[in-house]
């Protein structure tokens, strides 16, 4: 990191340390894609062999008693200091310091959910992204987003100033890595987005991640020590594949080729909070197709989360695992709100849904491709949630107490709460010296 971080001290004294501080839509991915993904795994393994002291060795501990989240969600944080009243933990944990600028890293310690335990580059140093080009994706240059993130340290990665990146080819993140972009109005656009591919420890905060485009067949760095062949992407803004301990919070997410947010392929331990979804066809996928069981271990936690203006379906649709989706605002969708297959847990806790005006879409839910008495045995329950202008929720299941531990993951609050606990759902204006 000497190398990476000499245009760092050259350009920046101690006390601006702080402030300038894959699969998508497809129903499987191609055998290209999978074995150039097992390839990339095992570079991984051999560029993280011995670091990730930080991650939990068995994702059941993420939320393996709903007791044990909700302590986690309101106790161990004392997330009454400095609550600014909104009732969502998250931000009522960190929002409302004026010197949030100087405490960045305090986020690490808000999660929540079943990715609670992401930590991103907490451990590590700030570094700061002053370029916003993309013009290499073999050989990023230093102060540029993709030299950050393929680094093998842990890393809190800031924005020096606003500025619009437009990728090249995919955002290849390495393990143990924040990307804050608080306190600077940072775009993702107009090119490829973020993979987060076979690592753990990720937090993606702050960000506007739109006009996402298939990008690909092309060599990509994702280490320091390794780069290879790329297949075509989908297109996602954020893909995650086969990776754990994910937190995505406060971003805006729009207008993108296939998914806003999709996990896939053994994916788990995914929390999915205050962020803000609008105009976009198939918003997020959980799970990687109904043939791959791997996915039987997947738990996300959707939560505080905007559904906005000309969203469609998949919000989301889900797959074999566990799915707690808590305190949303659903203002909009044409097709349905949460969809699913291949008997997923469907746990729905004190939302706000708000159908629209189409009589034949007032159905909250979908059962994807399944015959009823197929779907009828499947866990999907609706407690406390708020049903507007129609709205309504098609439960299944017998309630086995066992299937709904594994997907809940804190404690909800009441449906008449939402508005408050998602008036900031997305990027925040935050400015130093005031509250965000």
Same mark, same amino acid.
């Given at each position: ?30 055998? !290209? ?59 009522? *944990? ?15 310690? *808000? ?101 996402? $485009? ?22 996602? !803004? ?57 996915? $039987? ?16 379906q998949r919000m989301p649709r889900c797959r074999h695992g ?53 779907? $009828? ?22 309630? !086995? ?28 204006? *935050? ?6």
């Amino acid at each position: 990191m000497a190398v990476s971080l000499r245009w760092f001290s050259l350009c920046f004294v101690l006390p601006l340390l702080i402030v300038a501080v894959m699969a998508g839509v497809g129903e499987a991915i191609s055998d !290209a894609r999978i074995k150039e993904a097992e390839l990339l795994q095992r570079s991984k393994n051999l560029s993280t062999a011995g670091r990730n002291e930080h991650a939990v060795d068995n994702p059941e501990e993420v939320a393996s008693m709903v007791d044990k989240s909700i302590r986690n969600s309101t106790e161990r944080r004392k997330l009454g200091y400095l609550s600014c009243g909104t009732g969502n933990p998250i931000d009522d *944990c960190w929002r409302c310091d004026p010197n949030w600028n100087a405490n960045r890293k305090r986020l690490a310690d *808000c999660g929540i959910g079943f990715g609670r335990n992401a930590i991103g580059g907490r451990d590590g140093q700030f570094y700061v992204v002053t370029d916003p080009r993309d013009d290499d994706p073999v050989n990023p240059r230093p102060g540029t987003l993709r030299h950050a993130v393929i680094q093998d340290v842990p890393l809190w990665i800031v924005f020096h100033r606003d500025m619009v990146i437009t990728l090249k080819e995919e955002l290849i993140m390495n393990s143990f890595k924040t990307i804050d972009g608080r306190g600077s109005n940072v775009h993702i656009a107009n090119g490829a987005c973020i993979t987060v591919q076979f690592v753990t420890n990720i937090i993606i905060h702050g960000l506007h991640i739109h006009d996402c $485009k298939p990008t690909g067949n092309a060599m990509v760095r994702s280490s320091p020590s390794h780069y290879g062949w790329r297949t075509m992407a989908d297109g996602d !803004a954020v893909s995650i594949f086969g990776a754990s301990h994910i937190w995505v919070d406060h971003n805006s997410l729009s207008h993108c080729a296939d998914g806003l947010v999709d996990a896939v392929m053994g994916s788990t331990a995914i929390t999915i909070s205050n962020n803000h979804f609008a105009h976009h066809n198939e918003v997020m996928l959980l799970g990687h197709s109904d043939s791959y069981t791997k996915d $039987k271990e997947m738990q996300v936690t959707i939560a505080y989360n905007h559904f906005g203006a000309g969203l469609i379906q998949r919000m989301p649709r889900c797959r074999h695992g566990y799915f707690h989706v808590v305190n949303n605002d659903y203002t909009h969708w044409e097709m349905y709100a949460i969809g699913g297959s291949a008997n997923p847990t469907i746990n729905s806790q004190g939302n706000r849904y708000l159908a629209p005006t189409d009589a034949f879409a007032k159905e909250v839910t979908k059962r994807v491709d399944t015959a009823t008495g197929v779907w $009828k045995s499947w866990n999907w329950r609706s407690e406390g949630d708020m049903m507007l202008n129609g709205a309504y929720f098609t439960p299944s299941g017998a309630g !086995a107490s066992a299937s709904y531990a594994r997907a809940s993951s804190l404690g909800a609050k009441s449906s008449s709460m939402v508005a408050s606990m998602t008036s900031g759902a997305g990027v925040l204006s *935050c400015r130093k010296g005031g509250q965000c």
